[in-house]
């Protein structure tokens, strides 16, 4: 009998560490990629072979269709459990005050279409079950602090407004029918592999150019946002648990700490030897190294977001009590492999 899953957003950062735990799990790994005009396959390079892709996009339900009408066939007398990942999204909350009508398409209709071809699909519901990647950004205006499965939601980008969507409705599609549907609420998670766009992945990056005198100095957004981060391998783990218990049900996942932007700087800049002090406020403020008195971080409007969300902590007691999840990688741990991996 086969364990299949088929994971949407393959080619992403989560996409790609959920797509090895799942190969190492013995599942047929089928994953959905974006047909586009230079290859996007990079993080998936090293298990290509293994892997079933088909060329799809959450905006059209003709493909999502076709695929699950694929798998049901192939599978129609010898499956298991079929376990339906959608971490497919716009994911980037600056770009989505930019795309807002593209990005609801996406990760609001988007996990609609999914969850219809599921649940039209011949795949009998007992074997298949569904996750969804909902967000942090959902509380966005936090409410409470720290943030659980029952703080009330309060987006504040279009990103975060599309995937309110995505996570009301699996939680109707749950009730409506009997589906198990789940959702990952899930904080921050960050890695080697994460887009070069997100602002710690473009900390290191620019650390990195720093030392190598490929560019002389990072210039970032709001440096006071406070963000709970993760790495994403725990997380993608986090994401199978939730799948693997006896009723289907949402979960925070969190490591409930946080750190401001600053700090991410501090503490990478530190591993290579600078002492970044603060002087200045807003636009003018400036990060430089108090050994040498170089100036190396500058501030930019051009990164700041019309609505900003100014802090993020979860707490994930549900899910370490009731999966057993928990977080295998520090915050410091998370910055050292980030900084190592692009210095
Ligand atoms: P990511 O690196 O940006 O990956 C997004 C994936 O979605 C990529 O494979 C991308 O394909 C694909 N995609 C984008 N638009 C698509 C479309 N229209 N149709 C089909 N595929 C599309 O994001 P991530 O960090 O891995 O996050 C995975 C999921 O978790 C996302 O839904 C994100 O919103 C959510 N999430 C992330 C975090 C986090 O901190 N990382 C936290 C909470 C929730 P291309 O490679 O072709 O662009
Ligand atoms: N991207 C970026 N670039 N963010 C910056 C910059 C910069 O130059 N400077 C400061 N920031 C601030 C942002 O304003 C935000 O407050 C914080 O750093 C984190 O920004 P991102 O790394 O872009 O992530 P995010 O928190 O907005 O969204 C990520 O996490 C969400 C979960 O809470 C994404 O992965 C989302 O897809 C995910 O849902």
């Known amino acids: 009998m086969s364990k299949v899953a088929l994971v949407t957003g393959i080619t ?181 592999r994460r887009a070069h766009n997100f602002v710690t992945r473009k900390i290191t990056i620019g650390l990195g150019k720093i030392l190598r005198g490929e560019q002389d100095k990072l210039v970032l957004g709001n440096l006071t946002s406070l963000r709970d981060w993760g790495h994403a391998k725990d997380y993608a783990m986090g994401m199978w648990l939730i799948l693997q218990q006896d009723k289907p049900d949402d979960y925070v996942l969190s490591t409930n700490e946080y750190h401001s932007v600053k700090e991410f700087v501090e503490k990478s800049f530190a591993l290579k030897g600078f002492d970044i002090k603060w002087k200045g406020e807003g636009t003018n403020e400036v990060g430089y190294d108090e050994k040498t008195g170089r100036e190396l971080i500058f501030v930019s409007e051009k990164y700041f977001r019309p609505t900003e969300v100014d802090e993020l902590l979860g707490d994930s007691t549900k899910a370490r009590t009731e999966l057993g999840w928990k977080p295998e990688h520090s915050f410091d741990e998370l910055v050292a492999e980030m900084v190592e991996a692009d210095c």
């Open 12 to 192: 992403g950062q989560d996409g790609s560490y959920l797509a090895e735990i799942l190969l190492d799990k013995g599942y047929d790994v089928w994953g959905i990629i974006r047909r586009a005009s230079n290859i996007n396959t990079s993080r998936i390079e090293h298990i290509f072979d293994k892997l079933t892709l088909r060329y799809g996009d959450l905006t059209d339900s003709s493909n999502l269709l076709l695929i699950l009408a694929e798998i049901s066939t192939k599978y129609v007398s010898n499956l298991d459990v079929f376990e339906i990942y959608n971490l497919a999204a716009m994911s980037h909350v600056k770009v989505s005050f930019e795309m807002p009508e593209y990005t609801s398409n996406v990760d609001g209709t988007g996990t609609l279409r999914l969850l219809e071809a599921m649940r039209s699909c011949s795949i009998p519901n007992e074997k298949i079950k569904f996750y969804q990647a909902s967000t942090s950004e959902l509380y966005g205006k936090v409410v409470e602090v720290p943030q659980t499965e029952t703080t009330p939601f309060y987006p504040r980008s279009p990103y975060g407004v599309a995937k309110l969507y995505g996570y009301w409705i699996t939680k109707n599609y749950r009730e409506a029918y009997d589906l198990f549907a789940c959702s990952g609420i899930l904080f921050n998670h960050e890695s080697p």
